[in-house]
Structures are given as structure tokens and as C-alpha cells.
């Protein structure tokens, strides 16, 4: 067999491990008493930044313990240590943003997410060993407990580069949609719901959400950015659609972010009425992007 393909099978069978289930619903009833949804979350999950935090984080500890991996090779030892510890200290805020990522996720991504997590614990497990060792003056020790972790942390990472690449976690799950260019469209001036009332039609193949705000119809991706849930079925609260999965609150006047855990704005698009219909198109250039999955 060769590699990627059993490398392939391994994260295969870790999908569809049911077994993971209950280890991982136990650890997220923890983690949610520390990660409160609010404040926390949404810091942790980049909501002020635009942009998942996660990703940011992670390459300061994998870079302070490479580096410190060149820094043995060459017999600097104060220097490999200083940069496991620099590593140690900054796996810290990463481990709790992944974990507040890891909250919104369900099914298969949870199973690869407890998988990824667990072998990152190792690796900061092996280098927390490393660093104790080398500040005894067992520099061996550090040494080989560095590369235990380092073996962990690309497992981890492998994990990791699935949740996101194969599996979308942290993905703004409108990236690939498509809007039209041209007016198009969406419904009977008739048919428009009433104020703050929440319906979903097709406009070329893609589901958006319209309503209706002070009299003006507001037309806006109808998958949430964050996760991927319809937000016809949610509710509208001052002023904004609020995500019947996580709470996430979306401006229905810019589709900015208002509350997380999202950290992407929801896509508004243009409208105007037309002979009794209400027609739309895209509001920008985000959709000069090819379409992969549809809609
Ligand atoms: S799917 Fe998570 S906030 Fe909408």
C-alpha cells in the first residue's frame, strides 16, 4: 500500500470511529464550562480579528520547537532550551483556540479534532519533559523527548491539515458560492415575508435568506459562514439573524459579525423591485472564485 493511501485509511477509520464519540462529548462538556459562548469564544474563535485565530497561533510553537530542533543540531543548548520553553508558553492560547473550534464541530470532524488534539497534548506533554530534562542538565534526555514531540506534533498536524483542507473546519463556508452578476430573480414582491420574518429561495441554485428590515428587503447567503447552518431557521434580534446553531449574530444592514463564534461577515447581496419581483445580484468580486461543491 502506499503511503497516502494508508495514511488515507488511518484518517478513515478515525471518521468513522463511533467509539470516539463518548471521550469527546465528555471532554467538550469540560472544555464548555471554561469555554464560555460570549466573550471567550468569540476571542478565541478570531471573531475580532476577521479570521480564525487558530492558524495565527500555531506557528509559534511549531517554529520555537523546530528551531530548537537546528539549535541542538548545532550545540546551543541554553538557546534549544529557551525555545522549547518559548514554545510551551505559546502552546497554551493555541490548545484553547483549537478547543473552542472544536466545539462547533460535529460527527466526523470531532472524531479527527479529538485525534489531532490528543497527539498535540503528547507532543506538548514530551516537550514539557524536554524542557524539565534539559534544566536538569540531562541534555540527552531533552534531546530525545524533543523528537518524541516533534513526531507527535506532525501526526497532530497531519490531523490538522485534514480538519481544515479535507474537511473545511475554519473554512468560510461561502467561499465557493456564486452569485449573479446580472439582476436575477429571487421572488413575487407578494411573496416577500413579513418584517423581521426569515424565508430562503433559490437565486441560481444557491440558498439565500430574505427578509424584510424597516420596509427594504435584505437578501444575504442563507448558509452561515461559520458552520454551514440555514439561517432562515433562526431568528431576527436587534437588528440582526441570529444562527439557529450557535448563535452567531450576523448585521442584517452589512452582514458584519456582531456576536461569534463566526468570525466571517455573511455576503449581503444587491436588490432592487422589478416589475412586481424582487431580482438581486452580488454586492462584490468574492464570486469570481469557480464553484466546486454546487452551491
Ligand atoms: S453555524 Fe455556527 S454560528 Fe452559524
Not at 464548555?32 to 471567550?40: D, E, L
Not at 510551551?88 to 462547533?104: E, F, N
Not at 431557521?233 to 442584517?252: K, Q, R, T, Y
Amino acid at each position: 500500500m502506499r503511503t497516502p493511501r494508508l495514511l488515507e485509511s488511518l484518517v478513515d477509520r478515525i471518521e468513522g470511529n463511533a467509539a470516539l464519540d463518548a471521550p469527546a462529548s465528555a471532554l467538550s462538556g469540560v472544555l464548555r464550562k471554561v469555554i464560555r459562548p460570549g466573550a471567550v469564544e468569540d476571542t478565541l474563535s478570531g471573531t475580532p480579528i476577521g479570521h480564525p485565530l487558530h492558524p495565527l497561533l500555531v506557528a509559534v510553537p511549531i517554529g520555537a520547537w523546530s528551531s530548537s530542533l537546528l539549535l541542538d543540531a548545532v550545540g546551543d543548548e541554553e538557546g534549544a532550551r529557551r525555545l522549547v520553553g518559548l514554545g510551551l508558553v505559546s502552546a497554551l492560547p493555541t490548545a484553547a483556540s483549537g478547543a473552542s473550534d472544536w466545539l462547533s464541530t460535529e460527527g466526523a470532524e470531532k472524531r479527527v479534532g479529538l485525534v489531532h488534539a490528543l497527539f498535540n497534548y503528547g507532543a506538548i506533554g514530551m516537550y514539557a519533559a524536554s524542557w524539565f530534562a534539559r534544566r536538569a542538565g540531562r541534555r540527552g534526555t531533552g534531546i530525545g523527548c524533543s523528537l518524541a514531540g516533534a513526531s507527535l506534533l506532525s501526526a497532530g498536524g497531519y490531523l490538522g491539515g485534514h480538519l481544515a483542507y479535507a474537511q473545511g473546519v475554519g473554512v468560510d463556508t461561502t467561499a465557493f458560492q456564486q452569485y449573479p452578476a446580472d439582476w436575477t430573480d429571487a421572488l413575487a414582491v407578494d411573496d416577500l415575508p413579513g418584517e423581521d420574518a426569515l424565508t430562503s429561495v433559490q437565486v441560481a441554485g444557491v440558498p439565500v435568506l430574505v427578509t424584510v428590515r424597516a420596509g427594504r428587503p435584505v437578501v444575504m447567503a442563507d448558509r452561515c459562514t461559520h458552520r454551514g447552518a440555514p439561517l432562515h431557521e433562526g431568528s431576527v434580534v436587534d437588528g440582526c439573524v441570529v444562527c439557529p446553531w450557535h448563535d452567531s449574530a450576523f448585521s442584517l444592514d452589512d452582514g458584519s459579525v456582531q456576536s461569534g463564534p463566526a468570525n466571517r461577515p455573511q455576503p449581503l447581496l444587491e436588490t432592487r423591485l422589478h416589475e412586481g419581483r424582487l431580482q438581486v445580484r452580488r454586492a462584490d468580486e468574492r464570486s469570481l472564485r469557480t464553484n466546486p461543491t454546487g452551491t
